[in-house]
């Protein structure tokens, strides 16, 4: 782990560069708006270690796939969203000294991630090898009310001298992916141009032909008065810039505000880029920095009046839970059903920045509970308008009449991940998209959603997994062969429990909505099934299958098995490894790996956390003891499904520890991978590891379900949640539990078995 960061409820600072850490940083400061997004680099030059990355929603390129051994079947290309123009660039020169952190001596440093307001502020003082010494101040931040832009104050303080500046303000199109398969670019010039005050890139990405326009526009002051110098303006190939030279003496604090603007083809006639882009710019900048600033703080004032969760007397807690927050709402906000959430978000470009299960397993139930409902269901519509290519790759593996499998890794509906034991067997993702779709229908209420999008997606699925299994004479079972589960350390086995559970879920529940459709609907539902071509004997199939499928299960345990074979291994807890030897994945040899028996994340029990209502506590608690110990929490998805499960067995001591580690997986680099960009979509499960573990909500019977405890490391915790038409407040307390209704509608749920009935605008004290 790196403790490198100091605990705040609101911030998270770093009160001493750590260049050794500077890309953990960059990713951990980094900043979005749901349209476009950067890593948190410096502005001015930076020699030292560094992954400049800026990055604009639903751009992405179609790298070519790279394999040792081609196989029948893999995509072509794996999808990156890329790095786009670098609009926040610096050159800063002091006479013939250009000013670089990693060629200075640095006397004082501080930078903080604002996330109450959004920004990052960054003061230093560093004196240069000529002795000369500056102070830095700046403020960036990508607004949420104009959210297809950004703006930063840069000031400069000449503290011992008298001298010129030269500052060159840039957009920089000329950049690469980090991870680019063959170390390709990816961007092709349309245009460049300058004008008085202001610059623009304009590029095109290489086969998917998306445009995009960055254009910057630039003030100046010295000590707060306003300098009307003409830039020397210069354009090359992908690349436009604006030089000043301004003449300072001891003192003077030199400021550059930067106004930047990103404009895709995705939002904007073509035609049109560059006038929209203008009257872009000429819109903020008339605005002023410190308006833009205040608006920005308001919307984000809003989003943390309904999705804030605060801890009292655990101040790490409080800063782990609002980091997470902070960045998945960052990552997205709903308002185009053409997005989804990236594993990396905005931080980085490791996974591509594609669309994985996460989206369903773990980020829709916080955007239920936070969110207006549409930005749940266009999450869902996402998956919806996608479902012809999920056939399509379902076909492309030799399934037929209109079986769907949904890609592992996509941008457009297309599978583009290329390792066979993803791309061919990790198909229980299929399983997430559509218990996503009952999580969606039972938390809203929306019933209707099942025949308008539901039901084709459905049938789809189950579709596949009806062609996917096949009948073992030996058994007399349904079995399904060669797949991988969630425990990616466990690959080509027969039989994951987790996966044939999920398949007998996924046809149990597409018969309950049929008949569901065919009774409340019965016109539509009449069309959707002309439509998808369905035919009475798949219930035959369907019903056969389920009653059944095999699952393996070691009966003197009373367990279910990972798969089959899985008590072949050395059983040996993760305790017996070795400090040095972790994490296993930056270590051991992938052979000796798939070997072992550990477990990278939860697999039996991300079933049984999905399908707890099917199982006794008892049972729960045979697989999580047996399991847990096992399990090395590799992958970032792990530790909140075992808080859940701690939580509800009541294993308090042990749901914290995964709650810390989740809360804080990033900001503590666990997995020493943070470099690479923060855990997105895991923060989502650090929202349900309070809400859903500590607080234990839960829907059943069509109402809402409450079992909380209160963690021995607290005084109090309180979270918000939106249920139907109903917003609540709930705080949990030394003395008891308090929901609030803070809606003009009485709301029935229950707490600890216990129903209550809560009238509108008033409390109940339990």
């Keep these: 782990m790196k403790q490198y960061l100091k605990l705040d409820e609101w911030k998270i600072i770093e009160d001493k560069f750590h260049p050794e850490f500077n890309e953990v940083t960059e990713s951990i400061f980094s900043l979005g708006n749901g349209r476009m997004g950067q890593r948190g680099s410096f502005e001015e030059t930076y020699s030292g270690k560094t992954l400049q990355g800026n990055y604009v929603a639903g751009v992405y390129y179609p790298d070519k796939t790279r394999v040792g051994w081609w196989k029948n079947g893999y995509p072509e290309y794996f999808a990156k969203v890329l790095n786009a123009a670098n609009w926040n660039g610096l050159e800063i020169t002091i006479g013939d000294e250009i000013v670089d952190l990693n060629q200075s001596h640095i006397n004082a440093f501080y930078r903080e991630l604002n996330m109450k307001e959004g920004y990052i502020l960054r003061t230093c003082s560093i004196t240069l090898n000529s002795g000369k010494s500056i102070e830095i101040k700046s403020i960036r931040f990508t607004?949420?009310?104009?959210?297809?832009?950004?703006?930063?104050?840069?000031?400069?303080?000449?503290?011992?001298?008298?001298?010129?500046?030269?500052?060159?303000?840039?957009?920089?199109?000329?950049?690469?992916?980090?991870?680019?398969?063959?170390?390709?670019?990816?961007?092709?010039?349309?245009?460049?141009?300058?004008?008085?005050?202001?610059?623009?890139?304009?590029?095109?990405?290489?086969?998917?032909?998306?445009?995009?326009?960055?254009?910057?526009?630039?003030?100046?002051?010295?000590?707060?008065?306003?300098l009307t110098s003409k830039a020397q303006s210069k354009t090359r190939t992908k690349y436009s810039e604006l030089k000043y030279n301004i003449e300072i003496n001891k003192g003077d604090t030199l400021t550059i505000v930067k106004y930047a603007v990103n404009l895709s083809s995705e939002n904007h006639p073509q035609d049109q880029l560059l006038i929209r882009l203008n009257a872009y710019l000429s819109k903020i900048t008339q605005k002023g920095f410190e308006q833009m600033?205040?608006?920005?703080?308001?919307?984000?004032?809003?989003?943390?009046?309904?999705?804030?969760?605060?801890?009292?007397?655990?101040?790490?807690?409080?800063?782990?839970?609002?980091?997470?927050?902070?960045?998945?709402?960052?990552?997205?906000?709903?308002?185009?059903?053409?997005?989804?959430?990236?594993?990396?978000?905005?931080?980085?470009?490791?996974?591509?920045?594609?669309?994985?299960?996460?989206?369903?397993?773990?980020?829709?139930?916080?955007?239920?509970?936070?969110?207006?409902?549409?930005?749940?269901?266009?999450?869902?519509?996402?998956?919806?308008?996608?479902?012809?290519?999920?056939?399509?790759?379902?076909?492309?593996?030799?399934?037929?009449?209109?079986?769907?499998?949904?890609?592992m890794v996509t941008m457009n509906g297309e599978e583009c991940h290329n390792e066979w034991e993803i791309t061919f067997e990790e198909i229980h993702r299929n399983g997430a998209i559509a218990y996503a779709i009952k999580d969606y229908v039972d938390y809203t209420n929306d019933r209707k959603h099942l025949v308008e999008y539901g039901w084709e997606v459905l049938i789809g699925i189950s579709r596949f997994w009806a062609q996917r299994v096949n009948w073992s004479e030996n058994l007399q079972k349904y079995v399904m062969l060669g797949v991988t589960g969630p425990n990616e350390y466990e690959n080509n086995v027969n039989n994951n429990w987790y996966t044939n559970y999920f398949a007998v879920w996924c046809l149990k529940y597409t018969l309950k909505v049929l008949t569901e459709i065919q009774t409340n609907y019965p016109l539509k539902a009449k069309e959707k099934l002309v439509q998808t071509n369905f035919q009475s004997h798949e219930i035959d199939k369907f019903e056969h299958i389920?009653?059944?499928?095999?699952?393996?299960?070691?009966?003197?345990?009373?367990?279910?098995?990972?798969?089959?074979?899985?008590?072949?291994?050395?059983?040996?807890?993760?305790?017996?490894?070795?400090?040095?030897?972790?994490?296993?994945?930056?270590?051991?040899?992938?052979?000796?790996?798939?070997?072992?028996?550990?477990?990278?994340?939860?697999?039996?029990?991300?079933?049984?956390?999905?399908?707890?209502?099917?199982?006794?506590?008892?049972?729960?608690?045979?697989?999580?003891d047996f399991y847990e110990p096992l399990t090395v929490h590799e992958s970032s998805l792990s530790p909140c499904v075992h808080n859940i499960i701690a939580a509800k067995l009541g294993k308090e001591a042990k749901s914290y520890e995964f709650y810390t580690r989740a809360a804080r997986l990033d900001l503590d680099d666990y997995n020493n991978d943070t470099e690479d960009g923060c855990h997105i979509t895991s923060m989502a499960g650090t929202w349900m590891s309070i809400v859903k573990g500590f607080g234990g909500m839960t829907i059943k019977d069509n109402q809402l379900n409450f079992d909380p405890f209160l963690p021995s490391q607290w005084d109090e915790y309180a979270f918000k949640i939106s249920f139907r038409s109903n917003q609540l407040a709930i705080k949990v307390h030394k003395q008891g539990i308090d929901i609030d209704n803070l809606s003009n509608t009485p709301i029935t749920l229950k707490v600890k078995g216990i129903t209550y009935t809560i009238e509108a605008s008033s409390k109940q004290v339990i």
């Design 143 to 226: 607004s949420m009310a104009d959210d297809e832009s950004g703006a930063i104050s840069y000031s400069i303080k000449a503290i011992n001298f008298s001298d010129t500046i030269q500052v060159n303000a840039f957009v920089d199109g000329d950049v690469v992916n980090k991870d680019s398969n063959y170390d390709e670019k990816f961007w092709d010039e349309v245009q460049v141009g300058v004008a008085e005050n202001t610059s623009y890139v304009w590029s095109r990405t290489k086969k998917t032909e998306f445009d995009v326009i960055t254009g910057q526009s630039i003030q100046l002051t010295v000590n707060d008065k306003e």
């Design 293 to 407: 600033l205040q608006e920005h703080a308001a919307a984000w004032e809003t989003k943390w009046a309904i999705n804030d969760i605060v801890i009292k007397g655990d101040v790490a807690a409080q800063q782990g839970i609002r980091f997470n927050i902070f960045q998945m709402n960052q990552t997205y906000t709903g308002a185009d059903d053409r997005l989804n959430i990236g594993p990396k978000g905005f931080t980085g470009e490791k996974y591509g920045g594609s669309t994985y299960w996460d989206t369903e397993a773990y980020c829709i139930p916080f955007y239920l509970s936070t969110a207006p409902q549409q930005v749940a269901k266009n999450l869902l519509i996402y998956r919806w308008k996608q479902l012809g290519r999920a056939i399509e790759n379902a076909g492309k593996l030799g399934f037929s009449h209109g079986a769907a499998l949904y890609p």
């Design 546 to 624: 389920i009653q059944n499928m095999y699952f393996p299960r070691d009966e003197k345990r009373g367990i279910y098995l990972q798969q089959d074979g899985f008590l072949d291994k050395v059983i040996e807890p993760v305790d017996s490894i070795p400090a040095n030897q972790r994490p296993i994945n930056q270590n051991w040899s992938w052979d000796r790996i798939l070997r072992s028996c550990y477990i990278k994340q939860a697999d039996v029990l991300q079933g049984m956390y999905f399908f707890e209502n099917d199982f006794t506590k008892e049972e729960i608690e045979r697989n999580y």
